[in-house]
């Protein structure tokens, strides 16, 4: 019998797609720059490949902030800081909270069955705004971010830290996620049931083998 739920943040309860698209467009204004929506596209390519890299364990994340900007600018053909860049977009991303389609709903509906734990390889501080933002965090009860666990998903670190504090037993507790390497490559490994969010109606490599796959958040409730 499940007990508790391990659910992701960005891009299964709030939309960073479209959080990252306003605080880019604000941190541009900013600085003066000139903003067009078809650079978000640049944006989301090159932050994507940065977290990705450090899923792989390739580079930490001080590294993916600190290079973030500037590649995105570089590839912009922008002149501007990307240190400042960084920072800015900081500043607008960790008060904007644009949720995900029927996320508010689900969360009700798990949280009412389930004890329910957000996780994230976020900054902690982001992530805390920003569900206390769109009123979501009344909803959970703990949080597993990477800053504060001390390793970052997929690790089996990540979640022999989530589990050293809690007392299911991995069969106990499902994974929610949209990232296929994050979230459910690395809770099957881990032994977790999983349900893969595939919002952008995606198709995953062979060796990534969620349990449940759903195409939106209201699916759930016809799995837990």
């Known amino acids: ?77 922008v002149k501007a800081d990307g240190i400042l860049m960084e920072k800015q977009f900081k500043h607008y991303i960790n008060t904007v909270a644009i949720t995900i389609d029927y996320a508010k709903e689900i969360l009700e509906y798990l949280s009412s069955k389930y004890k329910v734990y957000a996780t994230s390889n976020a900054t902690y501080e982001q992530q805390i705004s920003r569900l206390k933002n769109a009123d979501f965090d009344k909803y959970f009860s703990g949080y597993f971010i990477s800053e504060r666990v ?23 507790v499902t994974m929610i996620g949209d990232s296929p390497t994050a979230d459910i490559k690395g809770g099957v490994k881990y032994g977790l049931d999983t349900i893969w969010f595939n919002h952008r109606g995606e198709s995953l490599p062979d060796d990534i083998k969620p349990k449940f796959t759903v195409n939106h958040l209201k699916e759930i409730e016809n799995i837990l």
């Not at 970052?152 to 504090?165: G, I, R, T, Y």
């Open 1 to 77: 019998m499940k007990k508790a739920i391990f659910i992701d943040i960005d891009n299964t309860l709030l939309d960073f797609d479209k959080c990252a698209h306003l605080s880019m467009k604000h941190s541009f204004e900013d600085f003066g720059l000139p903003f067009d929506d078809s650079m978000f596209d640049t944006f989301e390519r090159v932050n994507l490949s940065l977290w990705h890299s450090l899923e792989n364990g390739y580079i930490s994340k001080d590294q993916l902030f600190k290079i973030r900007w500037s590649t995105v600018l570089a590839a912009l053909n």
């Open 150 to 172: 001390g390793f970052e998903k997929p690790s089996k670190e990540f979640f022999d830290v989530c589990f050293a504090s809690l007392p299911y037993s991995v069969d106990e």
